[in-house]
Nanobody, 112 residues
């Protein structure tokens, strides 16, 4: 059974930092890409970042380039999203995804 569990969300001031974690079970990062999506109130879900350990590649949405960093720890089967210089526009529920599998989401709120 595949399970993705996010953690690390919270309330932070503009310019602050948070690190989100996505702990995966039932899949291994060697063979499965992991992506982060986010959904703000009244908006569609959008892709934020993605990592493929097997292909040594990462992707970032333009809106987060230079501020967010995605990484993976194969030993822990966990993907991290380090978010720096956060802005109020980053406020959203952040979801971890791998193909058809989704986590429950973690709330990130950035105050101005």
């Amino acid at each position: 059974q595949v399970k993705l569990v996010e953690s690390g969300g919270g309330l932070v001031q503009r310019g602050g930092s948070l690190r989100l974690s996505c702990a995966a079970s039932g899949i291994t990062l060697d063979y499965y890409s992991i992506a982060w999506f986010r959904q703000a109130p009244g908006k569609e879900r959008e892709g934020v970042s993605c990592i493929s350990v097997n292909y040594h590649s990462t992707y970032y949405a333009e809106s987060v380039k230079g501020r967010f960093t995605i990484s993976a720890n194969n030993a822990e089967n966990t993907v991290y999203l380090q978010m720096n210089n956060l802005k109020p526009d980053d406020t959203a529920v952040y979801y971890c995804n791998s193909y058809d599998y989704w986590g429950q989401g973690t709330q990130v709120t950035v105050s101005s």
